[in-house]
């Protein structure tokens, strides 16, 4: 029997780990003289009170969707994966390669061969860390934070000496051509008649990463590679036993998860930026570690999470604007919420098993 309801774990818990967080940032705040109501008021007026607010807090969401599916994934094969930064930064290296040296036609087909080439450039990124894994036995932490490290030397490498402009003092590469520039929410609600603003970053690429929560939930809980990649990660011998190799699902599940993590290029270099830089990732590969663990690895909890991200982070950057709370503590905002939803997430779990065990003790 269970210690506490599904919708407990899945609905209760965050939000309680969310209020004490909340509650935490509120006493850092006004620690420094700042009127806590008033900075949340800001925050929600940033980022939710105008379609340019909207606009960056759905650009930012986009990005934590992709790289916290990708560590889903890898969590329901029970691995880490922490390299969601490097293979991100590799799947813009694809949507370059794409965009850059092909001729498109039309922005929706240099979409299409772009999202493939970032999926693929992060999915081999992600490649020899889960054959490490599987035939090695090296562990999967070690070795994907060593391939960040390898990633964002390689792209600077091949950003400063291979890919920049002629002439160009800066780290980056041409500006991809018009053809392949994506629409914006502007672009696509204009014709229903729906304003929105022109200079919010928010791309059709939403479009793809909420298509892509439907197809890894389908691929999760409706297919037969899911059910042995859930099946692994909650007992490698129990899966042995019913006949699933243990190297085959450590390398499928690490290569879906580099995959996703390598297409959220598609918003940020190929969407936003329009051409490859450094530091385009900017985080957002670690932040997607928060997002699964707060979404429970489940596809519809991580769309949640990435929003509540996406609105910390637009929020957070409105607040660094308009006080005089500094950035960096800002951080440390954004930082007790994830340690709140992701570390101490049993310090809320343990309390609430034990009261729901005595509520059916009385019950009984």
Same mark, same amino acid.
């Given at each position: ?27 850092? =705040? ?9 900075? @949340?008021?800001?925050? @929600? ?6 379609? !340019? ?5 759905? !650009? ?21 994966? =922490? ?17 850059? !040296? ?6 929706? %087909? ?30 999967? @932490? ?16 091949? %950003? ?21 520039? %994506? ?9 229903? &008649? ?22 890894? !939930?389908?691929? =999760? ?38 995959? %996703? ?15 490859? #830089? ?8 670690? #932040? ?26 637009? &929020? &957070? ?7 005089? =709370? ?39």
């Amino acid at each position: 029997m269970e210690k506490m309801p599904t919708w407990a774990d899945a609905v209760l818990v965050p939000l309680i780990s969310l209020l004490l967080a909340a509650i935490l940032s509120a006493l850092v =705040i006004i620690g420094i003289g700042e009127d806590p109501v008033a900075a @949340v008021k800001l925050m @929600v007026q940033g980022s939710l009170g105008s379609t !340019y607010g909207w606009g960056y807090t759905l !650009y930012y969401a986009t990005n934590f969707m992709f790289t916290g599916l990708a560590v889903a994934v890898a969590f329901h094969a029970r691995m880490f994966n =922490i390299g969601g930064e490097g293979q991100a930064m590799l799947g813009g290296l694809g949507v370059a390669v794409v965009c850059l !040296y092909m001729p498109w036609p039309h922005w929706s %087909l240099a979409l299409i061969f772009a999202t493939l080439s970032s999926a693929v450039f992060g999915a081999a990124w992600a490649f020899l860390p889960a054959y490490l894994q599987a035939k090695r036995g090296s562990h999967i @932490v070690i070795t994907t934070i060593m391939f960040n490290f390898i990633a964002a030397a390689l792209l600077n490498y091949l %950003l400063v000496n291979v890919m920049r402009p002629k002439g160009s003092m800066d780290p980056a590469t041409a500006k991809f051509p018009e053809t392949t520039h %994506l629409p914006t929410l502007h672009d696509i609600l204009e014709p229903f &008649g729906i304003a929105f603003s022109k200079a919010a970053p928010a791309n059709v690429s939403l479009i793809v990463a909420i298509t892509a929560c439907v197809a890894v !939930y389908f691929l =999760i809980w409706r297919t037969r590679l899911g059910y042995e990649i859930r099946a692994f990660g909650h007992s490698e011998s129990g899966a042995k036993y019913a006949g699933i190799s243990p190297v085959k699902i450590t390398v499928v599940a690490m290569l879906i998860s580099g995959g %996703l993590a390598g297409m959220m290029a598609i918003n940020n270099v190929m969407g936003e930026g329009e051409r490859l #830089i450094m530091n385009s990732t900017e985080g957002a590969g670690f #932040i997607g570690i928060a997002v699964a663990l707060m979404g429970r690895s489940h596809p519809f909890g991580v769309f949640l999470a990435a929003i509540l991200f996406g609105f910390l982070y637009q &929020g &957070g950057a409105e607040l660094a604007l308009w006080t005089t =709370i500094p950035r960096e503590l800002i951080v440390v905002i954004q930082a007790l919420v994830i340690l709140f939803t992701g570390a101490l997430d049993n310090m809320v779990r343990m309390p609430l098993e034990k009261l729901f065990l005595l509520f059916r003790k009385g019950d009984a």
